[in-house]
């Protein structure tokens, strides 16, 4: 048998071209399903481990994972707004402490989050360089939307426009720079965060006014001295807030009544989170309570049945792939007639070519069980990156 390794070796060795593409082939169609599930495993450990730390979440009443994929990973479809009472409302009940969250708005393509500042005591965030948001128009950048913008500390950055078309709009808000976080390997890598305050002074909810200036005197005229009205000084609204002018800014209406995406509520013990869940059950009312963990468990059960389904596909496709082999292996013997024919003139039984077909195919489906065990080892610290990209970001 050890010489039959020999030979099949040597033949292999010999036609290296045909062979090593022959390895490459299978080693690529066992490696691509395996490295898949490598990266399912990693978005759905990241997915989970982020539902895990947020017990609860009130948000408007409609799709649940909406308002989880937008409270939680800042997804582009955004959520509902509701009104700020809602986290009074909760504060209120004494069982948990909320945390808002507006996430409407987007600045250069990163999502735009107006947090207090307990929601970064919550997810564990610190500054990496600079310091935390500490009066308005400042912002904090997550680590990856820091690097991407290629922005630091002392650096500005404007906000977008709500929308375009709205000429009764607000203007785009010129914000500090004011730390960048570490990296936390979550959604909040990707986001820039504001104070709520400078969120609703974005909505145009809160403004600042330039003090009145001289009012200019027309030279005489035949219709007599004309001036410029006051009050249209007294509408210029500042686009950047300073330290000169940061005590002319104010904000209209009640607080009570401006918008917030979410509230992540945190119970302060089991009983506390099942009476405050009681409190939305009311089917009428304009927001409701998730358990993120269970959306997020319920969303991964339809992404793994679509893993199911490309299981079923790259199975497929690998046995299509085999078939291919064993056709690449049958035109090979024919072409090796002659040298079979050889080996029969030598003396030897026909047992000993099949034993030396054998001793190939077992050579090659070891060389590509090798490379395959390469390539995986390879791939799987990039894995868990893969999946915060393609899954999370």
Same mark, same amino acid.
């Given at each position: 048998m050890r010489h039959d390794f020999y030979l099949a070796w040597r033949y292999l060795r010999h036609h290296r071209m045909r062979t090593l593409i022959l390895v490459l082939c299978l080693s690529l169609i066992a490696a691509l399903p395996m490295g898949l599930h490598r990266v399912l495993d990693a978005g759905e450990?990241?997915?989970? /481990?982020?539902? #895990?730390?947020?017990?609860?979440?009130?948000?408007?009443?409609?799709?649940?994972? &909406?308002?989880?994929?937008?409270?939680?990973?800042?997804?582009?479809?955004?959520?509902?707004?509701?009104?700020?009472?809602?986290? &009074? /409302?909760?504060?209120?009940?004494?069982?948990?402490?909320?945390?808002p969250i507006y996430a409407r708005y987007r600045v250069q393509g990163r999502p735009l989050i107006g947090v207090t500042l307990d929601y970064?005591?919550?997810?564990?965030?610190? *500054?990496?360089?600079? #310091?935390?948001?500490?009066?308005?128009? &400042?912002c904090i950048l997550g680590a990856d939307a820091a690097e991407r913008l290629g922005l630091g500390p002392g650096?500005?950055?404007?906000?977008?426009?709500?929308?375009?078309? &709205?000429?009764?709009?607000?203007y785009p808000l010129k914000l500090h720079v004011s730390g960048v976080l570490a990296k936390a390997h979550s959604p909040d890598d990707h986001a820039v965060f504001v104070d709520l305050q400078t969120a609703w002074v974005i909505e145009g909810l809160g403004h600042g006014h330039a003090e009145t200036q001289a009012? *200019?005197?027309?030279?005489?005229?035949?219709?007599?001295?004309?001036?410029?009205?006051?009050?249209?000084?007294?509408?210029?609204?500042?686009?950047?807030?300073?330290? #000169?002018?940061?005590?002319?800014?104010?904000?209209?209406g009640d607080p009570a009544t401006y918008p917030i995406s979410a509230v992540i509520a945190l119970p302060h013990d089991a009983r506390s989170a099942t009476l405050l869940r009681g409190r939305y059950l009311d089917d009428k009312s304009a927001t409701e309570i998730v358990r993120p963990l269970d959306v997020t468990r319920g969303l991964l059960q339809n992404i793994f049945r679509v893993g199911a389904l490309f299981d079923g596909i790259l199975l497929l496709v690998g046995g299509i792939a085999f078939l291919l082999v064993a056709l690449v292996f049958a035109l090979s013997l024919r072409l090796r007639q002659r040298e079979i024919e050889t080996i029969y003139l030598l003396g030897c039984a026909r047992l000993a070519v099949l034993r030396l077909l054998l001793a190939e195919i077992l050579l090659i489906a070891l060389f590509a069980g090798a490379v395959c065990t390469a390539v995986l080892a390879a791939a799987a610290p990039h894995a868990s990156n893969l999946a915060r990209h393609f899954i999370l970001s």
């Open positions: 450990y990241w997915m989970t /481990r982020r539902a #895990e730390a947020t017990p609860l979440l009130v948000g408007a009443r409609g799709s649940s994972v &909406d308002l989880t994929l937008g409270a939680l990973y800042f997804s582009e479809a955004g959520v509902p707004a509701i009104r700020m009472q809602e986290a &009074d /409302r909760i504060a209120a009940t004494g069982w948990a402490d909320p945390l970064f005591d919550f997810r564990g965030l610190v *500054p990496a360089q600079g #310091e935390l948001p500490a009066i308005l128009g &400042d650096d500005t950055l404007a906000s977008s426009s709500g929308n375009a078309f &709205d000429l009764a709009g607000t009012a *200019p005197t027309q030279p005489d005229s035949p219709f007599g001295a004309a001036t410029v009205g006051r009050a249209d000084a007294e509408l210029l609204t500042y686009t950047e807030i300073t330290p #000169e002018n940061l005590g002319s800014f104010h904000f209209h």
